[in-house]
Nanobody, 115 residues
Framework: QVQLVESGGGLVQPGGSLRLSCAASGSQISIYTMGWYRQAPGKQRELVAS???????IFPDSVKGRFTISRDNAKNTLYLQMNSLKPEDTAVYYC?????????WGKGTLVTISS
C-alpha cells in the first residue's frame, strides 16, 4: 500500500508559479511510475506530467515548457513546479503511483488561477 498526500495548492494570479508536493508513505516511490493529474470542474481527469521508472518524462502540449516534474527518492516525494500559470490550469491536482498491476491516488490539492 502507498499513501499519497498532496500539498502546495492555493490561489495564484495568472502568470504566477506554484510548487506542488506529493509525500508518499508505505512504500518507496522509486519502484513506481509517478504522475500528476488534474481535474477541472465538469471535465475529465487528465494527465499533467509523468515520470517513468527509466527517468523519461511525459507532458501534454498544454503544459510543456511551463511545468516540471521531479522526484526525490530520498525524501520519497514527488514535485510539480508550475510556472506561467493560466486560468485554464485551475483544477484539483492529484498524485498517482502506478506499477506492478496497482495504482494509488492521493486526495488532491486545489489550484486556482485567478486575478
Amino acid at each position: 500500500q502507498v499513501q499519497l498526500v498532496e500539498s502546495g495548492g492555493g490561489l495564484v494570479q495568472p502568470g504566477g508559479s506554484l510548487r506542488l508536493s506529493c509525500a508518499a508513505s508505505g512504500s518507496q516511490i522509486s519502484i513506481y511510475t509517478m504522475g500528476w493529474y488534474r481535474q477541472a470542474p465538469g471535465k475529465q481527469r487528465e494527465l499533467v506530467a509523468s515520470i517513468l521508472l527509466n527517468g523519461n518524462i511525459i507532458f501534454p502540449d498544454s503544459v510543456k515548457g511551463r511545468f516540471t516534474i521531479s522526484r526525490d527518492n530520498a525524501k520519497n516525494t514527488l514535485y510539480l513546479q508550475m510556472n506561467s500559470l493560466k486560468p485554464e490550469d485551475t483544477a484539483v491536482y492529484y498524485c498517482r503511483a502506478s506499477g506492478r498491476g496497482v495504482e494509488y491516488w492521493g486526495k488532491g490539492t486545489l489550484v486556482t488561477i485567478s486575478s
